[in-house]
Nanobody, 119 residues
Framework: QVQLVESGGGLVQPGGSLRLSCAASGGIFSLYAMGWYRQAPGKQRELVASITSGGRTNYTDSVKGRFTISRDNTKNTVYLQMNSLKPEDTADYYC?????????????WGKGTLVTVSS
């Protein structure tokens, strides 16, 4: 069982920056693919960025060039650096851990951290 705890959310002005962190415990962190998702009010949850166990990254088009996902396997933590924030980035941000071993798929979620971009 993997536990994920997000932190770093808050209120920021448009154009500002935030860094989200997700601390993992209870599993072999380096084996997991990690992702950040977000869900805005009235909208479906969407994948923002992901990073494989090998460090390969992927971003949704709306955040490319502004957000950076990274991981520190020595600290069991994944980060999301968010720059040039826009009001449309306002959402609850969730950390996700995935591991597929043959027929077994493991999928864990944190409880989320709120990011509000407003002047």
């Amino acid at each position: 069982q993997v536990q994920l705890v997000e932190s770093g959310g808050g209120l920021v002005q448009p154009g500002g920056s935030l860094r989200l962190s997700c601390a993992a415990s209870g599993g072999i962190f380096s084996l997991y693919a990690m992702g950040w998702y977000r869900q805005a009010p009235g909208k479906q949850r969407e994948l923002v960025a992901s990073i494989t166990s090998g460090g390969r990254t992927n971003y949704t088009d709306s955040v490319k060039g502004r957000f950076t996902i990274s991981r520190d396997n020595t600290k069991n933590t994944v980060y999301l650096q968010m720059n040039s924030l826009k009001p449309e980035d306002t959402a609850d941000y969730y950390c996700n851990a995935k591991l597929i071993l043959g027929p077994v798929a493991m999928d864990y979620w944190g409880k989320g951290t709120l990011v509000t971009v407003s002047s």
